[in-house]
């Protein structure tokens, strides 16, 4: 079993973790704010007090992270980034949601001290990282993803390499783009339904027996008609995806759907729901709001 470490014990890191442990892993986790360490401790990782440190002696060293500040912050500070810590013959491999010039940047920075770097993005909810069935997006060099294979497929269960560095961050990307148009789309349908007095749930069971119903709309539409909206991947994470989304597209004007639902999920952020599930935009177009 490998000595690997985690960065980031956010609601996928944590679990990421959780499945590491659980293959006999040996696992050194950090996490900026305490409260996410004490259970992973209770089952057997190591608290490291920095990066550098929790990346020492480490064979591989994943980071999930909010957004490219964080993890530029988390890889490269000066006195306390997980690089330094880092031995040449070590693995990086960076799972967050980011964006293709700061992967190709990261890439550079770590090619100069001599560690091989992947980016491997995840697709899937909690429940997917839960059972160990994430899908990954990955980008970098096929001699790296070999070494890496068998770790991935203990936290997914797809692996596709999608290109050279970067190109892991543009599926991303594309991928999120595409499940937040769908968001917003149908929850100005269901908000429309119910707005017309329909039987919400019979139209919604005919929809799903036509050729456009994607299999992500069962759940998205059952948490918007329950009113369910326990954050799976929060308002303010799309938001945020949009807005690299976006920067990649180049203009808004190059990109007029991604624009728009962009901007949905900007005015829900404006009215309090970045916390909540990305569904709860539905009540941003119903009638009683």
């Not at 079993?1 to 050194?28: C, F, N, P």
């Not at 990261?106 to 992947?118: D, N, W």
Request: net charge negative; with cysteine.
């Amino acid at each position: 079993m490998s000595h690997i470490t985690v960065l980031g014990l956010g609601a996928m890191g944590s679990r990421m973790s959780a499945q590491l442990l659980a293959a006999g892993h040996a696992l050194t986790v950090w996490n900026r704010s305490p409260h996410a360490v004490q259970a992973l401790i209770d089952a057997g990782a190591r608290h490291a007090a920095s990066p550098a440190e929790a990346a020492s002696g480490a064979e591989v060293v994943i980071a999930m992270l909010r957004d490219d500040e964080a993890s530029r912050q988390v890889w490269l500070d000066a006195n306390t980034g997980a690089l330094a810590g880092m031995v040449p013959t070590a693995i990086a491999i960076d799972s967050s949601t980011l964006t293709p010039g700061w992967v190709r940047e990261l890439g550079r920075r770590m090619q100069e001290r001599g560690i091989s770097f992947l980016e491997a993005p995840v697709s899937g909810s909690r429940a997917q990282a839960d059972a160990g069935q994430l899908t990954y997006l990955v980008g970098g060099d096929a001699p790296t993803l070999a070494r890496c294979l068998p770790i991935l497929q203990t936290l997914g269960s797809g692996v596709e390499h999608v290109g050279a560095l970067g190109h892991g961050a543009l599926a991303k990307l594309a991928t999120n783009a595409m499940l937040g148009i769908q968001v917003t789309g149908l929850a100005e349908a269901i908000a429309m339904l119910e707005r017309q007095q329909a039987n919400t749930s019979e139209v919604l069971n005919a929809m799903a027996k036509t050729s456009v119903w994607a299999p992500v709309f069962t759940y998205l539409s059952s948490t918007m008609v329950q009113r369910q909206f326990e954050p799976q991947f929060p308002v303010e994470l799309m938001e945020k995806d949009f807005g690299y989304t976006l920067r990649e597209a180049g203009s808004n004007a190059n990109a007029p759907t991604l624009a728009a639902a962009h901007a949905v999920f900007q005015r829900a952020r404006a009215q309090g729901l970045g916390l909540e599930n990305m569904t709860s935009v539905v009540q941003l177009f119903r009638a009683e709001k």
